[in-house]
């Protein structure tokens, strides 16, 4: 406690994965997905859009030396701390929260392998049917599956032009819900 007072031992990154991960979170709130697309405006359906980002944004930083790794797994880190958080607020005690943190690491992971499957090869099939069997798992069909899909395709292609060292200094953009209708990044 008191080396995080002196700022002994302090996280160099801190400043720059905060703002990188307001800014993932403002991504995964955008109106649109929620709104249009029939996402549920649910704490699992919040888990399941903010971890789309996360794994987009992953994914970009992904075999990126030097400061751009240390900064993914602090990411990685903030994240799984705000699940922490958000599944005590909801009501969880201290004895079960680390059945449910596991069970969302599990959820998180898999995600992250069938998003980027789909993602690598530009296969918007496949990652309709991995975002409709996860977001809308009781859906016989959700025809908005196509919205999110070409969100997501289009947020990688985005992210995937964005220069690594802007990245690193907590500087991201991501496009905008409405420009998926129309394949353009904002």
């Known amino acids: ?5 002196l700022g002994i031992g302090s996280n160099p990154n801190e400043l720059i994965v905060d703002a990188l991960y307001e800014q993932i979170v403002a991504a995964a709130r955008q109106p649109a997905p929620y709104a249009d697309w029939a996402v549920p405006d649910t704490p699992l359906g919040r888990f399941e859009l903010l971890s ?9 930083l992904k075999g990126e030396p030097g400061a751009a790794s240390d900064v993914a797994q602090d990411l990685v880190d903030t994240f799984f701390r705000d699940m ?5 607020e909801l009501g969880v005690g201290d004895v079960g929260v680390p059945k449910r943190m596991k069970k969302l690491s599990r959820m998180f992971y898999g ?40 969100y997501a395709q289009l947020a990688a292609d985005a992210l995937a032009g964005q220069e690594t060292a802007d ?12 420009a998926a209708a129309t394949g353009e990044a904002a």
């Open 1 to 5: 406690m008191f080396k995080r007072l």
């Open 52 to 60: 789309l980002v996360m794994i987009l944004v992953l994914r970009r």
């Open 84 to 88: 922490d958080h958000s599944i005590r």
């Open 111 to 150: 995600r992250a392998q069938s998003y980027g499957s789909a993602l690598d090869a530009r296969d918007e099939g496949a990652l309709k049917a991995a975002l409709s069997r996860n977001v809308q798992p009781a859906a016989k069909e959700w025809p908005q599956a196509g919205e999110l899909a070409r």
């Open 167 to 178: 990245i690193v200094a907590g500087r991201i953009s991501f496009p905008a819900t409405g």
